[in-house]
């Protein structure tokens, strides 16, 4: 699934693809926003990804983008 972190202040967010299930996920986020805490989540190619909890300003979690290839109609 693909996870979107806006950090606050920064005009980039974070995108990742994590094999954790959404609701993992959220309470990583929910866990290191109201404590204050870092939020460590893995990607799919073994990258640890940290991010202070006090400086997440949104989370988008959602399903894996397809990619579609050639010519095709929508």
């Known amino acids: 699934m693909e996870v979107k972190i806006g950090i606050r202040d920064v005009a980039r967010e974070v995108v990742l693809e994590s094999a ?26 073994g990258r640890l990804v940290v991010v202070p909890g006090t400086a997440i300003g949104y989370v988008e979690i959602g399903p894996a983008q397809v990619r579609s290839v050639g010519f095709g109609s929508l």
């Open 20 to 45: 954790q299930s959404p609701d993992t996920v959220a309470a990583a986020v929910e866990h290191a926003a109201t404590t204050g805490t870092l939020l460590r989540l893995v990607d799919d190619k």
